[in-house]
C-alpha cells in the first residue's frame, strides 16, 4: 500500500451508541434540519454510553456535557451534539468523561448520559445529530451506510 492509499482518504463514522438512524432533516431544530451547521445524519439513542464516532482531537467539550467536536486524523471537523435544548439542563444527567484537547481513539467513551433524566426534563428530543463542518469538508462526500437501529461500534457513514 502507498503512502496514500485511497482508504487513507476515507474516514468511517461508526454509531456512538446503540440507536436508531435519522435523516438530519427530521430533527426537530431547523439549525441542524436545514444544515446551518454542516451535513451529515441524526441518530435517536437507546443507551446512554457515547463514545467517539471518530479518532482525533477533541476541539470542543461543552461544559454541559451535551455536546463534543472532534477533528478527525484526516482534517474532517464534526460535532455530536446530544438531544435537542439539553444545554438548557446545565450538565444534569451527563457525566463526562474527556477533556477539550484530548485525543481520543474511535470508540473511546466521551460521557455516559441518563436518558432517564432528559427525558424526565422534558427535553423536547432525544435526536443526537452527528454534522460534519462544511469548511473542513472541502470536496468530501459522505455516504450513509446503515438504516434503521443500529449497534455502538458500527459503521454508520463513510466520509471519501
Known amino acids: 500500500m502507498?503512502?496514500?492509499s485511497k482508504k487513507s482518504k476515507?474516514?468511517?463514522i461508526i454509531a456512538p451508541v446503540d440507536s436508531e438512524i435519522i435523516a438530519l432533516d427530521k430533527v426537530e431544530d431547523e439549525v441542524f434540519s436545514q444544515k446551518m451547521l454542516g451535513d451529515g445524519l441524526a441518530i435517536k439513542p437507546s443507551a446512554g454510553n457515547f463514545v467517539a464516532p471518530v479518532a482525533g482531537k477533541l476541539i470542543t467539550v461543552f461544559p454541559t456535557g451535551h455536546a463534543y467536536g472532534i477533528k478527525s486524523n484526516i482534517g474532517v471537523e464534526m460535532l455530536l451534539h446530544i438531544g435537542m435544548?439539553?444545554?438548557s439542563l446545565d450538565?444534569?444527567?451527563f457525566d463526562i468523561?474527556?477533556?477539550q484537547d484530548d485525543n481520543v481513539k474511535q470508540g473511546d467513551l466521551l460521557c455516559e448520559v441518563d436518558l432517564a433524566v432528559l427525558k424526565a426534563e422534558k427535553v423536547p428530543s432525544l435526536?443526537?445529530?452527528i454534522v460534519f463542518?462544511?469548511?473542513t469538508m472541502s470536496s468530501r462526500t459522505i455516504t450513509i451506510v446503515k438504516e434503521g437501529k443500529v449497534k455502538q461500534?458500527?459503521?454508520?457513514?463513510i466520509i471519501k
Open 127 to 129: 435526536y443526537t445529530p
Open 10 to 12: 476515507e474516514l468511517e
Open 153 to 157: 461500534g458500527e459503521v454508520i457513514a
Open 133 to 135: 463542518t462544511p469548511e
Open 2 to 4: 502507498g503512502l496514500f
Open 97 to 99: 468523561k474527556v477533556k
Open 85 to 87: 435544548d439539553t444545554v
Open 91 to 93: 450538565g444534569k444527567g
